[in-house]
């Protein structure tokens, strides 16, 4: 398992832009696949962005060309740029492995986006 610290949420008017940032630690960060997971009010958490271990990326279809997820080997932490928000990215935004570690989801960081 590992263990994660999840920064950078906020709130922002529709078109803004955010950057969230999770340092990982407890494995080997650079042979490890990561990814961003979001939780909405009602809703079930989902895989929002993903990266290999190799820098290979994937995307939810609702956050195509928007979001981009990058990583720091050197810093243990992995990114997410969010741009062209909307209200419908209001949720808590958690990292984690991909797959995750059921035992790794941290508190998250709260995103909200007024329109």
């Known amino acids: 398992q590992v263990q994660v610290v999840e920064s950078g949420g906020g709130s922002v008017q529709a078109g803004g832009s955010l950057r969230l940032s999770c340092v990982v630690t407890?494995?080997?960060?650079?042979?490890?696949?990561l990814g961003w997971y979001r939780q909405a009010p009602g809703n079930q958490r989902e895989l929002v962005a993903g990266?290999?271990?190799?820098?290979?990326?994937k995307y939810a279809d609702a956050v195509k060309g928007r979001f981009t997820i990058s990583r720091d080997n050197a810093e243990n932490t992995v990114y997410l740029q969010m741009n062209s928000l909307k209200p419908e990215d209001t949720a808590v935004y958690h990292c984690?492995?991909?797959?995750?570690?059921?035992?790794?989801w941290g508190q998250g960081t709260q995103v909200t986006i007024s329109s």
């Open positions: 984690n492995t991909n797959p995750p570690y059921d035992s790794s």
């Open positions: 407890g494995r080997i960060f650079s042979i490890t696949a």
């Open positions: 990266i290999t271990a190799f820098g290979g990326t």
